[in-house]
């Protein structure tokens, strides 16, 4: 930890990040004010060669999938035989807001955030709080939390698909010794809270690794100082703790609001979506219409909204919440200038 | 920041280069096939569960044994997973060189992206050998684009020894029968019916059925064409399943059972914990494999009749599974088709179990006494009805899989369903 702080001492300040290259300040050590042409170029040239690799990776894979996304939207579409001919305009977009199912996908994805944030989030909080402290197998508590986010996601639905099997799952034998039994993911309305159960045991571990990390980066002088002046514990976590988690909190909520609009896998192995799509996510509905009903022009507007929703909440979010984590990133480039 | 126009100009020569050379590489695996080097013909099946899985494996063997210029890559992939690893190879314009294919709507789209080979011509000398109901699933405006491996048909599979526990003696023939049969077995606290809810496939078997005892073949043939499901038979087909299913006849959180895992439908039936469940053919290998399967006590018997319906007990609903051969698959693909499907190959699958014949005069390979059931059903047949998500188009055959399984949830009314299926059919 003091490592850590010591070697952040060592990056420049802010003000010199925007320091020429190190090709352009050599370029620029070796002649007048004003560099000759050929150098400036070289300099450029260098840019663009180690940019290169990374910029053709993120056009292949990132921006052209996304384009010819969005272009082949716009059409009624099976996927097969090459480029889409069959121009429908909006039809697909008024087609999936008329849809009771897709709608259900937006309020189900809402209620997953909600639940999230309002749940999720605390307890990773109160246990990273509580693994903060000096106890006794302090660091096997941590790798026990943190280990269920290792897991894949299949293995994981397939895990708790046996666990909350209705009839003889672990969860029911258990339960059922105190006839709490219940129907968990074959029942329409406990479907959702089931998934948010499993949901919450993957991912928990992670948000809790964050705040820890976030919480051992508080100099302990900080707390120290505060409890000098007569905080209590309480006082100290409100006033001094949180407000200094600050970024690591709204790193967290982003990660979790992302990852919820996304969902997918968790859901496919967990339930397909069912039943009667009562667990059905945008992902899972985009799966169904793309690679069950080959309705590839649909599902790629599905995924074209998906991708709209996460991307204005990621620039609003950027914006507006992560501003001054985020200096010198995209949405506040201009400002610095 | 900006980079100067030549350097920006660089950069586009060279993703376009870069580009270049990846999309170059593409047709280079298939190159090899041919002169000199050894031949490698990739097969995609779904042969998961013994027996099909190890006579699979054999038939690669000893084809490789016999041509050892020849590498049969056999790939067996569970038939979800096997459904959207094809979609998704199928949309970036190719195929392995020999795939399972169920026929219907999803081979039909499949030749009309020209993804498959017509084998009318280059299989003229040993196509006649297979019974004309194996083909039809795979013949496509008169011509025939796979090669059939098994047929068989939907029909109940039941445990003897519950619907003795439960009193009854005969299966039932008629669908009042069915109700009756149904609710003695619940009185009896027996679990009648297993279905595996979350798959929804399953579910639609009722649904079909049903409509094909109460309008007959040419109704599911008309909508076919006409796009209708509105039509009396569809409706009241789901008020009877509707009526079925508010008599609560499936095991408890049916509606995310899957089939085949250990929670499943086939292994309730296979462990005796559910008197019955409505199947194809395969169902006995799959009690066996995922339960303790039910031996003696296993029998079988065809959808029953509904009253005054216009379809007959002897229509069979069904399907089979062949093998379509790539438009870019090398010869010795079909060569290996012609083997596995030579008569003593072929009758020793159907011996095991794993399959129906589909060459004719096999039939007496069949050993075990429900698969000859269901093979003199089928060669007895009145009239041949494919499965509903295989014979028209994918786009329908799913929306009748999940309408059927909201109105199995009691989320969708009867009208609700004929409704949303004929406006996919519309749409298509």
Redesign the interface.
Known sequence: MRAAQDTSRLAPPPGERRAPSPAATAAAGAAAPRPPRGH??RG??T??AF??PA??LF??LVLAPILVAIYTSVFKW?????LPDDFVGTANFERMFADEVFLGDLWRGAVLIVLSLVVQLPFALGVAMLLNQRMRGRAVYRMIFFAPYILSEVITGVLF??IL?????LANLVLGTVGLES??????ST?MPSLFLVMTWKYFGFHMILYLTGRQGIPHEVTEAAQIDGAGSWQVFRYVTLPLLGPTIRISVFLSVIGAIQLFDLVWVL??G????SSETMAVTMF?F???????GYANAISVVMFAVSLVFALVYQRYVMRRDTEGAITAMRSQR | MSLGRRSAAALVAATLLLGGCGGGGDGEPKAASGSGGKVTVEWWNIGTTEPLKSFLARMATEYQKQHPNVVIKNLPIENEAFKARMTTLNQSGKTPDLFTTWGGGVLKQQVDAGLVKDLSADAASWMGSFTPAALQPYQVDGKTYAIPADIGMVGFWYNKALFAKAGVTEPPATWSAYVDTVKKLKAAGITPIALAGKEKWPGHYYWAYLAMRIGGLAALQQAATDHDFTKPPFVEAGRRLKELADLDPFQKGFLGAAYNTPDGQAALVGNGKAAMELMGQWAPSVENEAGKGLGDDLGFFPFPAVEGGAGKVTDAFGGGGGYAVGTDAPAEALDFLKFISEAKNHRDVVASGAVLPVLKGAEDAVKDPNLATVARALSSASGFQLYLDQAYPPAVGQEVNDSVAELIAGKKTPEQVAQAITETAKSE
């Open positions: 400036r170029l450029r040239l840019i663009a940019l290169l910029l053709l056009g292949l099976n996927g097969l035989r090459g698909s046996m099997s209705p009839d003889g799952g129907g968990w993911l074959s029942d329409p479907v339930t397909g069912g039943p009667a799509h169904q793309g690679f069950k009903r080959y309705q590839v």
